[in-house]
């Protein structure tokens, strides 16, 4: 199948649910103030942007988002390393992750605002929440089936145990990392919501629910689909980044195995 | 075409189910009117209509049911869930210029909100708020007496004070006292709460600003309205009658709202039920609402004014007083 054409077959079942959500409503099938048709929604969305304020949503939802994710890397990434390569601290963590992890990124929000008042702090520290954990238990799985025969290796022809992480273990770790992050990521944009519920004048968190609050479906709508856009360029320039990292990696691995095994 | 046709047809059947779900469904005769109410103070002519049985007076069989949030109730009723809601007229009138297909047809309290402040804190009157942060709702009932008694007292609601938007009361307690926010727009029985518990002060109630202003209303479904007159003018028959008792009976109505909300005790609620804090009403009168839903316009909560036309319809409680 060509790239072309797999574009086309996505954008086709797009076109489908566009066109069911425009008619469903118009011919009454579907009360219009439930589902406003999605005409009404696209000039809603139009209309934010050409006014400036959509961008100025999505750029403060970015930075909040870019800034709780980036906190949650640089605390899970050396943390689940660390556990991954010892079994004691490991066994001693393990529950304490177990029971933190399901907690939902809104559960967080009474303490975020008793710890952090009002503003973007709380809003970061939900989106670190939300993310830090998923990203950590990822790193550590990773980090813990890591093969020891070539740590070995490079500990028996003379590495430092320092060298030994930074020459073996990270870029054993690398894709596993990547694939985290970009995972990581879009767990961040999700939480985006959550964080922006309370005491913020911005963002699109903010946006969606004073429409909802006002029940202006169709700038609810307009925010999910902005949502969902943003959510999803996100993770394509991050599918990018992972590709050109690990480009060496490329041959040696059964790429597209399982495209050719399931595409008829 | 679809290698995989039983997941197709899966898929197929939830989006018919899920169609079906939105395409809500008209009141039928004899169905028992779901009514949907919040745990709030002067909602509770409903509370006492359910529990001293006012409905079966009336023949009227009725469903009486605790939700969380107005939002949720408009929603709600917006599906065909509810037939009848009871919120603040701000979320009414809000869920009316957006087209939901409902009327106001009487009012169940005025009053009751305010401005909460903390006891030490240097702040005795409105205009004393210049700069300073206030929790408030956007666009509720705590948010447009809010505006107009700032206007009042001379200031800009938009530059001359900080706004903080919450969704939740609890919430913007919590900031009061912690001290993230300066004020807070509020209602009973948390304000009273607050003074008893010696933390906090109510600066004013908006009554100061706009005497006895309309809060929670009564609102029905445009089809009940169409089919059913008999069963809207039974239920504020049954509307006036615990009205009355809960005016006649505060310390009784206390006790019944507390057994409701399953909160507060006795004795703050029937303080909260003060005449100078709020007053349990059903009249109501065609020019507060116009006002209320003027002020939401100009304030930009809502896009356009709704007509009186499209906000209520009286002639079921002029039926009912008769």
Not at chain 2, 181 to 206: C, H
Request: glycine letters at 8%; a negative charge.
């Amino acid at each position: 199948m060509s790239d072309l054409g797999k574009r086309l077959r996505g954008a086709s079942l797009l076109l489908v649910l566009l066109v069911l959500w425009e008619l469903l409503p118009r011919l009454n099938l579907v009360d219009p103030l439930l589902l406003p048709p999605f005409d009404r929604v696209a000039a809603r969305w139009a209309a934010l942007l050409m006014s400036g304020e959509l961008g100025a949503h999505v750029v403060i939802s970015l930075l909040r988002v870019l800034a709780g994710f980036v906190l949650a890397a640089l605390t899970a990434i050396p943390l689940g390393i660390l556990l991954g390569l010892r079994p004691a601290l490991r066994e001693r963590a393990e529950p304490l992750l177990g029971m933190l992890r399901p907690i939902s990124p809104p559960a967080w929000i009474p303490l975020a605002i008793l710890w952090f008042g009002i503003g973007n702090r709380p809003a970061v520290f939900i989106i670190w929440m939300g993310t830090m954990f998923s990203l950590l238990v990822g790193v550590l799985g990773a980090a813990r089936s890591i093969d020891s025969r070539w740590v070995k290796a490079g500990l028996t022809l003379g590495a430092s145990r320092r060298q030994a992480v930074r020459l073996v273990i990270l870029p054993l770790l690398l894709p596993a990392i990547l694939t985290q992050l970009r995972v990581g990521l879009g767990l961040a944009w999700m939480c985006v919501i959550a964080a922006e519920m309370v005491a913020v004048r911005q963002g699109l968190g903010y946006l969606m629910i004073q429409a909802r609050n006002l029940f202006q479906t169709d700038t609810v709508l307009a925010g999910m689909v902005t949502v969902g856009l943003v959510g999803w360029a996100l993770d394509g320039m991050l599918g990018i980044v992972e590709r050109r990292a690990l480009h060496w990696r490329e041959g040696t691995e059964a790429h597209g195995f399982f495209e050719r095994a399931t595409d008829h | 075409m679809f290698p995989r046709l039983p997941v197709v047809r899966l898929l197929l059947a939830v989006l018919l189910l899920a169609l079906a779900a939105l395409t809500g469904c008209a009141p039928k005769k004899d169905d028992p009117l779901a009514i949907g109410v919040r745990t709030a103070n002067d909602h509770a002519p409903f509370y006492i209509a359910d529990k001293l049985g006012y409905y079966a007076d009336e023949g009227l069989q009725v469903d009486v049911q605790l939700i969380p949030s107005n939002t949720e109730i408009v929603e709600a009723i917006q599906r065909g869930d509810l037939q009848v809601g009871v919120a603040p007229i701000t979320t009414a009138i809000a869920a009316i210029a957006q087209g939901a297909p409902i009327k106001i047809v009487a009012m169940t309290g005025r009053g009751s909100d305010g401005l909460l402040v903390r006891a030490d804190s240097g702040i005795q009157a409105i205009g004393d708020l210049r700069g300073k942060r206030i929790a408030t709702i956007r666009g509720s009932i705590l948010d447009v007496p809010l505006r107009q008694a700032l206007d009042q007292a001379g200031l800009d609601p938009e530059q001359d004070v900080e706004l903080v938007y919450f969704n939740q009361l609890g919430d913007m307690i919590q900031a009061l006292k912690t001290g993230q926010v300066d004020a807070s727009s509020n209602t009973e029985p948390f304000m009273t709460e607050a003074e008893l518990q010696g933390w906090g002060r109510i600066l004013s109630y908006y009554t100061e600003s706009w005497p006895d202003h309309p809060c929670c209303v009564v609102f029905v479904r445009q089809d009940l309205l169409d089919q059913r007159p008999d069963a809207v003018q039974k239920l504020l028959r049954t509307h006036i009658r615990a009205v009355d008792y809960a005016n006649a009976h505060p310390r009784e109505t206390a006790e019944i709202i507390v057994e409701y909300l399953d909160a507060f005790d006795v004795d703050l609620v029937e303080a909260s039920l003060a005449p100078e804090k709020m007053r349990i009403d059903y009249r109501i009168v065609a020019a507060e609402v116009e006002q209320m839903a003027g002020l939401m316009h100009a304030y930009g909560l809502i896009e356009r004014q709704p007509s009186t036309e499209q906000l209520l319809d009286l002639s079921p409680l002029e039926a009912a007083v008769k």
